[in-house]
């Protein structure tokens, strides 16, 4: 079952920020958000991941809904080696849950 | 820091054949990954280790499929016999235990059964 619902795709103009949604309505409270990207040809890379508050780093910020059923990833300014699919992942700590199950992302184009 | 190695980078084969795929984790990474990813798909974990020690493989396809890492640091990945369907990007990955969250990714290998 499907745990975070993005949109399929979404482009931004290089330079401004790329906002990216995900919708994880069933998250329950011992449940992380976490994002990932994978550029074409090679293996997804870790951007961020919090439970309740925001959080930012030299890649991006991830702001939650204070409920938590849904968050944005924020690429600040967006270059052309943005373009990647994003990946929101829910995930546990505990047991089978503890591991990253991807969805089918959000493929972002930055565009010139 | 060297990150994740895997090889080959690209493999061809028919049906019904074997094939195998190595990979080199994050030296220290006491956890490996091995993900299956089918085009237009998200990756899917077919199988985690700690150390030498299998920590879930409930999605390998254990007839066919099979995974090792006997010295807990490398480890290789088989398939035998191929089907078409096994057509995919196989990639490995790994994480240290003081940070389980951030799972450092290869380049994977891109399979073609035909």
């Known amino acids: 079952d499907a745990k975070t619902t993005q949109p399929p795709s979404m482009d931004c103009a290089e330079g401004r920020a790329a906002n990216l949604p995900c919708n994880h309505s069933t998250i329950s409270g011992n449940e992380y958000v976490y994002w990932y990207r994978q550029i074409h040809s090679q293996g997804p890379q870790y951007i961020i991941h919090?439970?309740?508050n925001n959080e930012t780093n030299e890649m991006a910020s991830l702001i939650i809904t204070e409920d938590r059923k849904s968050s944005t990833l924020i690429l600040p300014h967006a270059t052309l080696r943005d373009t990647a699919v994003y990946y929101c992942i829910v995930r546990s700590w505990s047991g089978s849950a503890r591991q990253l199950t991807f969805g089918s992302g959000t493929q972002l184009t930055v565009l010139p | 820091e060297a990150g994740v190695a895997q090889s080959p980078r690209y493999k061809i084969i028919e049906k019904r054949q074997s094939v195998a795929f190595w990979c080199n984790p994050i030296?220290?990474?006491?956890?490996l990954y091995w993900y299956q990813q089918i085009l237009g798909q998200g990756p899917k974990l077919l199988i985690q280790f700690q150390n030498n020690g299998v920590v879930d493989d409930s999605q390998l396809p254990k007839d066919r499929f099979s995974a090792e890492r006997l010295k807990g640091v490398d480890s290789t990945l088989k398939i035998q016999p191929a089907k078409l369907e096994d057509s995919a990007v196989y990639l490995c990955?790994?994480?240290?235990?003081?940070?389980?969250?951030?799972?450092?990714f290869g380049p994977g290998t891109r399979l073609l059964v035909l």
């Open positions: 919090g439970l309740k």
């Open positions: 030296s220290g990474h006491a956890t």
């Open positions: 990955a790994s994480s240290s235990l003081d940070r389980e969250e951030t799972q450092y």
